[in-house]
């Protein structure tokens, strides 16, 4: 018998200030990572899948976003020009 599957894994790779699609209000969003990785008896091997989005805290809108503008977002969130966010980057991922 051969047990197989998927597991997700999300990280928050930033949290910058930008004004939100939705909504309208300039408010915190998170930068998020989730990566799909297939398991063989449990034991993840691979990543199938992997996307970005970033989700607003005012409104809870999720918008995706390319690899990247992902990158140059977490470049801005970290110091580089013009960074107005706080960059903390996570060392364990949530688990769903």
Known sequence: MIIFGTKGYLYQLAILTLVCAQCGNPSAHTLR????????????????????TTQCTFCGAEQKVTQEQAEQLQAQALGGPGGQGHGQPQQQPYQS
């Open 33 to 52: 990572k989730r990566v799909t990785k297939f398991t063989l008896f449990f034991v993840p091997l691979f990543p199938v899948s992997t996307k970005y």
